[in-house]
């Protein structure tokens, strides 16, 4: 199976492709990005659901970039939450970039938002910076919404890193809330809840929104410290 499918990878490459991804991801070696577009990706994943893929998924480390990637589609497509909780643990330890952590997004997990809220702060505690990054990931994706509470919140405030990809997600993370849910999080930006950087930086990115209004992007400015 793990010859079977970089076989079909390199039957999808795009040198082209390879190259820019090498550019925006550039802390993995550009010999192991092979250079298969998300969308291939996707179809791929689509194609070997309900195969029997657990020898791929049981052989990490991989060796390329885009096995990574076509890794967290298949947990995307995955419909047991019991199985892919598991596998997404086992898997998270081995996700060493930013593209590989933001495409890992199990659709089965908006179904179990109890259980998975309870993963979130084992994640933020486990030193490893794209798990951390998954876990605030996980609050934006599935809790800003209609279950939003200022608890969750917290969670991602609380976060204290001197990893740049983790401070950058709990910065996008604020930026989205602040678009979402304006007058909750509005607080933790006066009072300065978060480092000076991602303080900043939840401005900046939530002033580049379309969906935070002129009025709040005026106010917004006056914060920045």
Known sequence: MKDEIRRRLFELRDTEYRDFNA???????KERIIGVRSPEL???????KGRDMGAFLAGLPHKYHEENCLH?????????????????????????????CDSLAPKVFAKHKPELLKKIPVWHSSGQ????????????RWFLDSDFDVRYADMAAAVRSDEYYVNMMTAWYFATALAKQYDAILPYIE?????????????????ESRRVSDEHKDYLRTLKV
């Not at 967290?72 to 596998?87: D, G, I, P, S, T």
């Open 129 to 140: 910076t794209y798990t951390i990054r998954f876990g605030t990931g996980a609050l934006m």
């Open 191 to 207: 009072q300065r809840r978060l480092d000076p950087w991602t303080h900043n930086k939840a401005i900046q990115k939530a002033i």
């Open 42 to 48: 996707k179809k791929l994943a689509a194609e070997y």
């Open 72 to 100: 967290a589609q298949l947990l995307n497509v995955m419909k047991v939450y019991e199985q892919c909780m598991r596998e997404t643990e086992r898997f998270l330890p081995y996700i060493d970039n930013w593209a590989v």
């Open 23 to 29: 550019g925006i991801i550039n802390n993995i070696p």
